[in-house]
Nanobody, 114 residues
Framework: QVQLVESGGGLVQPGGSLRLSCAAS????????MGWYRQAPGKERELVAT???????TYTDSMKGRFTISRDNAKNTVNLQMNSLKPEDTAVYYC?????????WGQGTQVTVV
C-alpha cells in the first residue's frame, strides 16, 4: 500500500519560512520522480517543484529562488523549503510520486501566509 504523508504546514507571516516534508512508504522511493503541488481555494492544482529520481529539479517560475526541493533516498522523504513566503502562497500543498503511468498523492498539508 502506497502512502505519502505530508507534514510541516502551518500559519506563517509574510516573509517567513516553512519546511514541508513528505514521507513515502510502499514504493521503491529512489526510483520515483517526486513533486510538490499546491491548490488554493477556488483554483486548480498547480505544480510547485519536481525532483527526478536522479536529483534534477524544476520549479514553477513564481517559486524560483524562494523554494527548494530536495530528497533523501535513505529516509524516503522529499522536502520543500519555502522562504520569503507571500500571502499568495497560501494553499494546500500536496506531495506526488510518479513513475511511468503510476501517480500517487498525499493528503495535503495546509500552508497559510497571513
Amino acid at each position: 500500500q502506497v502512502q505519502l504523508v505530508e507534514s510541516g504546514g502551518g500559519l506563517v507571516q509574510p516573509g517567513g519560512s516553512l519546511r514541508l516534508s513528505c514521507a513515502a512508504s510502499g514504493i521503491i522511493f529512489r526510483l520515483y520522480n517526486m513533486g510538490w503541488y499546491r491548490q488554493a481555494p477556488g483554483k486548480e492544482r498547480e505544480l510547485v517543484a519536481t525532483i527526478t529520481n536522479g536529483g534534477y529539479t524544476t520549479y514553477t517560475d513564481s517559486m524560483k529562488g524562494r523554494f527548494t526541493i530536495s530528497r533523501d533516498n535513505a529516509k524516503n522523504t522529499v522536502n520543500l523549503q519555502m522562504n520569503s513566503l507571500k500571502p499568495e502562497d497560501t494553499a494546500v500543498y500536496y506531495c506526488n510520486a510518479r513513475i511511468g503511468a503510476a501517480s500517487y498523492w498525499g493528503q495535503g498539508t495546509q500552508v497559510t501566509v497571513v
